[in-house]
């Protein structure tokens, strides 16, 4: 039996094109996009506008969501977190959850034919 896996990553916006080539390359054939806000441990930062200072609270991140099966499963986090990575804070966040079953709408397959 396959197994499969859902994939969620927050990275920071300007990784998203490297990231999104480096998972094509090893395999990851579609994935969903969103763009984001959220906070974590960098909190957010104070911004200067017409003399004005204010905070903002949440930074702009891109969500990306895709399913792979388990043994596929640590190259495709190996390669988010090579990608994504600068260093800094802010760089993200990978979640791991398990799919129970998939079913593609059009045509009735299911599971790994549906990915």
Partial sequence: MII????????KPFKLDEVKEALNDVGV??????????FGRQKGHTEL???AEYVV???????LEFIVE??????????????????????????VSNI??????????KNSDAI
Avoid: C, H, M, W
């Fill in 57 to 63: 609270d949440f930074l702009p991140k891109i969500k």
């Fill in 70 to 95: 388990d043994e596929n499963l640590d190259v495709v986090i190996d390669t988010i977190k090579n990608s994504a990575q600068t260093g800094r804070i802010g760089d993200g966040k990978i979640f």
């Fill in 49 to 51: 506008y017409r003399g």
């Fill in 100 to 109: 129970e079953e998939i079913i593609r709408i059009r045509t009735g397959e």
């Fill in 4 to 11: 499969l896996k859902k994939i969620e990553a927050i990275i």
């Fill in 29 to 38: 054939s579609g994935l969903t996009v969103f763009e984001v806000k959220g």
